[in-house]
T-cell receptor, first 114, second 114 residues
Framework: DADVTQTPRNRITKTGKRIMLECSQT?????MYWYRQDPGLGLRLIYY???????NKGEISDGYSVSRQAQAKFSLSLESAIPNQTALYFC?????????????FGQGTRLTVV | RKEVEQDPGPFNVPEGATVAFNCTYS??????FFWYRQDCRKEPKLLMS???SGNEDGRFTAQLNRASQYISLLIRDSKLSDSATYLC???????????????FGQGTILTVHP
């Protein structure tokens, strides 16, 4: 089983619908991140969380919200999906105990908003 | 100015060639640096961390120049299997809410051909 699991892996939704992407991890890491990836733009940070009670906006948080329900779970919501939110979404985790901490990624969620 | 910038390429090189990628970052207080590799439609995976003294892992050499705020990745004796997107990643320094925020460059596409 993957250490970082994202569900769903693929999703097609209609404009205006609410959708939630879920991420769970078994690595015991305190830090979790949500990124989106668009062609030619690399990975852009949406939200990140350093602990259950800590939520921080990234560079492109508008139109998104997150919830850190437990240390192992970090969900991303699109309250009212729009077509330019069509992208590949990645969840990642890292361990704050180490400076050169590696980030581990889920396999990604491919979201299409029509 | 973007926090982390890379030449997006693409770089097309023959097998056996040496190729170098550069990456610049804007925050002089950044603490740690990495190169990730991403295969098509897959999640990014750590290739190597970048240390101040420079470090080597087989055919791969990473260097950091703090004064000029750039990092580099050198690949010697390129293989077909090196074809991928290479992502520069910077971990922002301690202090404020930016500590531990992993910021990605837009990625450099490498294609190695026979």
């Amino acid at each position: 089983d993957a250490d970082v699991t994202q569900t769903p892996r693929n999703r097609i939704t209609k404009t205006g619908k609410r959708i939630m992407l879920e991420c769970s991890q078994t690595k015991g890491h305190d830090r979790m991140y949500w990124y989106r990836q668009d062609p030619g733009l690399g990975l852009r940070l949406i939200y990140y969380s350093f602990d259950v009670k800590d939520i921080n906006k990234g560079e492109i948080s508008d139109g998104y919200s997150v919830s850190r329900q437990a240390q192992a779970k970090f969900s991303l919501s699109l309250e009212s999906a729009i077509p330019n939110q069509t992208a590949l979404y990645f969840c990642a985790t890292s361990d704050s105990r180490f400076m050169n901490t590696e980030a581990f990624f889920g396999q990604g969620t491919r979201l299409t908003v029509v | 100015r973007k926090e982390v910038e890379q030449d997006p390429g693409p770089f097309n090189v023959p097998e056996g060639a040496t190729v170098a990628f550069n990456c610049t970052y804007s925050n002089s207080a950044s603490q740690s640096f990495f190169w990730y590799r991403q295969d098509c439609r897959k999640e990014p995976k750590l290739l190597m961390s970048v240390y101040s003294s420079g470090n080597e892992d087989g055919r791969f050499t990473a260097q950091l120049n703090r004064a000029s705020q750039y990092i580099s990745l050198l690949i010697r004796d390129s293989k077909l299997s090196d074809s991928a997107t290479y992502l520069c990643v910077v971990n922002m320094a301690a202090g404020g809410t930016s500590y531990g925020k992993l910021t990605f460059g837009q990625g450099t596409i490498l294609t190695v051909h026979p």
